[in-house]
């Protein structure tokens, strides 16, 4: 079985609150990427062992840590499935806050859900996916929501972006999310981001942030002047995604945002 494990992107991120387990409460909107993906292969075995090989981009991490083997060993603790062969076609940047990672190991729990027959409920596999991370569980819907908690906890939401061009760009540096965490100051915004997004595309610069952005910019000068750079060259509204590096922009106009394939192959019709 092959799956594309598409990224996301996130619209508008506040961070709420430092919660008494060490996790940090949120608000954000995740949307799918569809057009910027990995490719997860897995194919059943016939004894129990996990076999995993990276392909593409370099893999950052030893293979018993990467998150699909550990999507499959949690499968394989859960349900008592037999073994499974993975390979990861890794084409989306890690170290990006586009969720790359997080989407392959959601990817191998849907995927051995099928070729296993398991038949698990919706609930089930975002309560699976939950357990390998914050934002995993966005992949099991794949579809706007916005993702509160620690991002576990979703409600489908309408954002309408049809007519507009999505750039995705991915500085040379990286930021841990260990990194964007510890110069975060949580607040409770004024008012809600369910009700900022409702505002005209043109109004959200101004109005939707991401919490990440004042810490890391200050610390990684190079990725706020990407971030202006997009707006100088005419993005009707550019974010960093996530905890960062990658930034994102939507432009009104496609030659505007083909003049961006200079600096970047993530450009989008939606």
């Known amino acids: 079985?092959?799956?594309?494990?598409?990224?996301?992107?996130?619209?508008?991120?506040?961070?709420?609150?430092?919660?008494?387990?060490?996790?940090?409460?949120?608000s954000t909107i995740m949307l799918p990427v569809e057009g910027l993906y990995d490719i997860v292969s897995i194919e059943r075995r016939e004894d129990n062992n996990v076999e995993f090989k990276g392909i593409g981009l370099q893999v950052d991490c030893p293979p018993e840590s990467n998150i699909c083997v550990k999507a499959a060993r949690l499968?394989?603790?859960?349900?008592?499935?037999?073994?499974?062969?993975?390979?990861?076609?890794?084409?989306?940047?890690?170290?990006?806050?586009?969720?790359?990672?997080?989407?392959?190991?959601?990817a191998v729990i849907v995927g051995i859900n099928q070729i296993y027959g398991l038949s698990l409920a919706e609930e089930e596999l975002i309560s699976?996916?939950?357990?390998?991370?914050?934002?995993?569980?966005?992949?099991?819907?794949?579809?706007?929501?916005?993702?509160?908690?620690?991002?576990?906890?979703?409600?489908?939401?309408?954002?309408?972006?049809?007519?507009?061009?999505?750039?995705?760009?991915?500085?040379?540096?990286s930021v841990s999310t260990r990194e964007?965490?510890?110069?975060?100051?949580?607040?409770?915004?004024?008012?809600?981001?369910?009700?900022?997004?409702?505002?005209p595309i043109g109004e959200w610069q101004q109005i939707i942030k991401n919490d990440f952005e004042k810490s890391v910019f200050?610390?990684?000068?190079?990725?706020?002047?990407?971030?202006?750079q997009l707006i100088d060259m005419g993005a009707t509204y550019a974010s960093m995604s996530g905890s960062g590096s990658a930034l994102f922009a939507l432009f009104d106009d496609e030659a505007?945002?083909?003049?961006m394939r200079q600096y970047t192959d993530y450009i989008f019709a939606l």
């Open 75 to 106: 499968m394989q603790e859960r349900y008592g499935i037999a073994g499974i062969d993975i390979t990861l076609d890794k084409r989306v940047p890690f170290g990006a806050g586009l969720g790359g990672g997080s989407a392959d190991g959601t």
């Open 128 to 173: 699976l996916a939950a357990e390998l991370g914050s934002d995993t569980a966005f992949f099991v819907r794949n579809t706007p929501q916005l993702c509160e908690g620690r991002g576990e906890i979703m409600t489908p939401v309408e954002v309408d972006l049809r007519g507009l061009w999505l750039v995705v760009v991915k500085p040379d540096e």
């Open 1 to 26: 079985m092959e799956i594309k494990a598409n990224c996301k992107i996130n619209l508008g991120l506040d961070v709420l609150r430092r919660r008494e387990d060490g996790y940090h409460d949120l």
């Open 180 to 199: 964007a965490y510890a110069g975060i100051t949580p607040a409770m915004p004024d008012t809600p981001l369910t009700e900022r997004i409702k505002r």
């Open 256 to 259: 505007k945002a083909e003049k």
């Open 218 to 228: 200050a610390s990684h000068p190079a990725i706020a002047e990407a971030k202006q």
